[in-house]
């Protein structure tokens, strides 16, 4: 059972503009929420995270919105660059099931030159 | 620093062959983990070790054996494989997988083909 979604396999977005990608989870005990980065070839690399008591947390050009009664989180890349074509996973843990990550399927973001 | 380095970057082997996959990290951590990513999904979680002991084993066949011999390495014996474990298996550390919110770190993995 999938825990967390990314119901968006693919974005496309022309440079300069704003990407948004979303996921969704459903357990409403994971506390903590990251963002990876994947090149092909490559493992993934760590973006920025979110803890459960946040709403919003910031690095950068990239920003993690969470609305927990929602049980959805973004990720908004601002202004998008051609490098920042890659496939994003989103993943979540839960304090209770000993940190073990649950990620989403990825969304693949094109950013178009 | 925050660097996982795994070897080989790509390793063909056949069904009867025993290989071995290596993972190294040197940023302190005590928890490291092991991944099967097959294409177009996400990783999916085989083994954690925390502190050196194995702390979680998701089912895996024990074709796989993981092995951490210090803090800093991780292995993972491969014996007898079938062609669908053809996968890109990720090596990740962590502080110690005991603490809430703790972001795990990657290598760049290893791309396993069994013929």
């Known amino acids: 059972d999938q825990q967390v979604k990314q119901n968006s396999p693919s974005l496309s977005v022309q440079e300069g503009r704003i990407s948004i990608l979303n996921c969704d989870y459903t357990n409403s005990m994971f506390d903590y929420f990251l963002w990876y980065k994947k090149y092909p070839a490559e493992g993934p690399t760590f973006l920025i995270s979110i803890s459960s008591i946040k709403d919003k947390n910031e690095d950068g050009r990239f920003t993690v919105f969470l609305n927990k009664s929602a049980k959805h989180l973004s990720l908004h890349i601002v202004p998008s660059q051609p490098g920042d074509s890659a496939v994003y996973f989103c993943?979540?843990?839960?304090?209770?099931?000993?940190?073990?990550?649950?990620f989403g399927t990825g969304t693949s973001l094109t950013v178009i030159p | 620093d925050t660097e996982v380095t795994q070897t080989p970057k790509h390793l063909v082997m056949g069904m009867t062959n025993k290989k071995s996959l290596k993972c190294e990290q040197h940023m302190g951590h005590r928890a490291m983990y092991w991944y099967k990513q097959k294409a177009k999904k996400p990783p999916e979680l085989m083994f954690v070790?925390?502190?050196?002991?194995?702390?979680i084993n998701e089912s895996v066949p024990s074709r796989f054996s993981p092995e951490c011999p210090n803090s800093s390495l991780l292995n993972l014996h491969l014996h007898a494989l079938q062609p669908e474990d053809s996968a890109l298996y990720l090596c990740?550390?962590?502080?110690?997988?005991?603490?809430?919110?703790?972001?795990?770190?990657f290598g760049p993995g290893t791309r396993l083909l069994v013929l």
């Open positions: 070790y925390s502190y050196e002991k194995l702390s």
């Open positions: 990740a550390s962590s502080q110690s997988g005991r603490l809430a919110q703790e972001t795990q770190y």
């Open positions: 993943a979540a843990s839960a304090r209770r099931s000993g940190n073990q990550f649950y």
